[in-house]
C-alpha cells in the first residue's frame, strides 16, 4: 500500500473537531495551571509554615503520580462515591492539577530568585503584602520564569493526548477511530505527528512572545 | 522625631547593636559614621522596621516601630534610600516612583505621575521617565531611587550608604541632590562613608563602634581637635578613611 494521504480527506472534519477539543482543553488547562502555580508558589513561599507544608504536600504529590492513573482516578474512581464529572471537565482540571504542580516549582524558583531588597524596598515603603506580590513579586517572578513554565505548557498539550482513555475524542482520540475506520495507521498517525508538533510549536511561538515583552526593558540581552 | 532608646540588635552571637540612644530633630540632618561592621545599617534597618529588636525602642513622632499597628504609620513618615537602589527592575522610573503614592496614599494616577515628572525633572532626569531601570546608569538609579522616597512626601529621609555602590562622578551627581535637600530643610539620617560631605551637610555627627554610640555632636565640634578628634578611636578612623 504507498503512502497516501488524500485517502484522509473524507475524515479531516472529524479530525478537525478532535483538534479543536484538543485545542480547547489546553487552552483551559493551561490558564489553570498557571493560576494555581501562582497561587501554590505565593503558598509555598509564604511565611506560615502550615501553608507552605500544604502546598509542598501537593506538589510532591501529583508530580509522583503517573497522569493517566490521576485521571483514572478521578473518572472512573470518583462516582463510586457519587462525584460525577464529564469527561471534558475531568480532563480539564486533571491536567490543570497536575500542570499546576509543575508550574508551582518553576514560578517558586523565580520568586525566591528575586533580590530581597527589592522587597525590603516595597515594604518600607509602606505596600500591603497583597500589593507587594501582586505588583512586585508575581511580575518578576514570570519574568525569570516565563521559558521554563513554557516546557510546561508544552508538556501539558503532549499529556493532553492521554484524555483519549476517558472517552474524550480529542486529536488522538478521533485519529484513533479514523485509523480503525480506514486500515491506514500510517497516514493518520503520520498527520497526528505533524498536528502536535504544529500546536507545540505555536506554544513556543506565543512564549517566546510573552518573554520578549515581559522582559522588554533588558532587550536585547536576554533575547 | 525619630528617638532611639536601649536598642540592642544581635545576629546569632554577633551583638552588632548595643544600647543605641539616639535622638532626631525635625530639620536635623544627623550623620552616622563609622567602620563596616559597627551597626550603622543596621540601626537604619532598625528605624525602618527591616530588622526587629531584641530589646529597646525605636519611635518616630511616637509611633513604636515595633508595634505592627504602629509600623505602617511610621513607614508613612519615613522613606529609605538603599545602598543598591532596589528599584523595581520591571518598573519605568515614573512607575517605581508612583507605585507607593497611588497604593498607599491614595494619589490618582495623574496628580501622581505629574508629581513623579516633576520629581525626576528637579534631580535632571526628566528625560528618562519612561526608561527601564536596566537602562540607567547607577548615579541616574540612585536618583530615581531619591525620587521614589521623596514621592511619599516623609519627613525623615532614611539614607543607607546610598553612594558606596557608585564611581566619584555618579556620587558627585547624588550628593548634589542631597545638599540640595538639606537646604531645602528635608529631616535626613545619613549613613555614609563620605566624611568631607557629611561634613558639609550634617548638622550632627555620630559615631558608632562596635554597636554602641561612641560620641554624639555637633559637626563642628565632632571635627574640631580638642572634640571628637581628642578620641583616638575616631582620629584613627578618619586618618584612614581620608587616606583611602
Known amino acids: ?223 | 522625631m525619630i528617638r532611639a532608646r536601649g536598642v540592642r540588635k544581635s545576629f546569632g552571637s554577633a551583638i552588632v547593636l548595643d544600647g543605641i540612644d539616639l535622638d532626631v530633630e525635625s530639620g536635623e540632618v544627623v550623620s552616622i559614621l563609622g567602620s563596616s561592621g559597627s551597626g550603622k545599617s543596621t540601626l537604619i534597618r532598625c528605624m525602618n522596621g527591616l530588622e526587629k529588636l531584641d530589646a529597646g525602642s525605636i519611635t518616630i513622632d511616637d509611633f513604636d516601630v515595633s508595634r505592627p499597628k504602629d509600623l505602617a504609620e511610621a513607614r508613612k513618615r519615613s522613606a529609605t534610600v538603599f545602598q543598591l537602589f532596589n528599584l523595581y527592575p520591571h518598573m519605568t522610573a515614573v512607575q517605581n516612583i508612583t507605585l507607593a503614592p497611588i497604593q498607599v496614599l491614595k494619589r490618582s494616577r495623574a496628580e501622581a505621575e505629574a508629581a513623579a515628572r516633576t520629581l525626576l525633572d528637579s534631580v535632571g532626569l526628566g528625560a528618562r521617565a519612561d526608561a527601564y531601570p536596566a537602562q540607567l546608569s547607577g548615579g541616574q538609579r540612585q536618583r530615581v531611587g531619591i525620587c521614589r522616597a521623596l514621592a511619599m512626601n516623609p519627613r525623615y529621609l532614611l539614607l543607607d550608604e546610598i553612594t558606596s555602590a557608585l564611581d566619584p562622578e555618579m556620587t558627585a551627581e547624588v550628593l548634589n541632590i542631597l545638599a540640595q535637600l538639606a537646604k531645602n530643610g528635608t529631616t535626613m539620617v545619613f549613613v555614609t562613608h563620605e566624611i568631607e560631605f557629611a561634613r558639609t551637610i550634617s548638622s550632627r555627627i555620630v559615631f558608632l563602634d562596635k554597636g554602641q554610640l561612641v560620641v554624639d555632636l555637633p559637626t563642628e565640634e565632632f571635627f574640631a581637635a580638642d572634640g571628637g578628634m581628642a578620641r583616638p578611636r575616631i582620629s584613627q578612623f578618619l586618618s584612614k578613611m581620608r587616606k583611602d
Open chain 1, 1 to 223: 500500500m504507498p503512502f497516501d494521504v488524500t485517502i484522509l480527506a473524507p475524515h479531516v472534519p472529524f479530525l478537525l473537531k478532535g483538534a479543536l477539543l484538543t485545542a480547547e482543553a489546553c487552552a483551559l488547562a493551561l490558564v489553570g495551571s498557571l493560576i494555581i502555580g501562582l497561587l501554590v508558589a505565593a503558598l509555598r513561599t509564604s511565611s506560615s509554615p502550615l501553608l507552605s507544608r500544604a502546598a509542598f504536600v501537593y506538589v510532591d504529590l501529583f508530580r509522583n503520580i503517573p497522569f493517566i492513573v490521576q485521571l483514572f482516578f478521578f473518572f472512573y474512581g470518583l462516582p463510586e462515591i457519587g462525584i460525577y464529572v464529564d469527561a471534558f471537565t475531568t480532563g480539564v482540571i486533571a491536567l490543570s492539577i497536575a500542570g499546576g504542580a509543575f508550574s508551582s516549582d518553576v514560578i517558586r524558583s523565580g520568586i525566591l530568585a528575586i533580590d530581597t531588597g527589592i522587597i525590603e524596598a516595597a515594604e518600607v515603603s509602606g505596600l500591603s503584602k497583597p500589593v507587594i506580590f501582586r505588583k512586585i513579586v508575581m511580575p518578576i517572578a514570570l519574568r525569570t520564569s516565563i521559558r521554563p513554565l513554557g516546557s510546561v505548557f508544552i508538556n501539558l498539550v503532549l499529556t493532553s493526548s492521554i484524555l483519549s482513555t476517558i472517552t474524550l475524542n480529542e486529536l488522538t482520540g478521533s485519529a484513533k477511530i479514523v485509523a480503525s475506520d480506514t486500515f491506514r495507521p500510517f497516514e493518520v498517525y503520520a498527520v497526528l505527528l505533524i498536528a502536535y508538533a504544529s500546536l507545540t510549536y505555536l506554544v513556543s511561538l506565543a512564549i517566546g512572545v510573552l518573554h520578549r515583552r515581559l522582559n522588554r526593558d533588558r532587550m536585547p540581552e536576554v533575547a
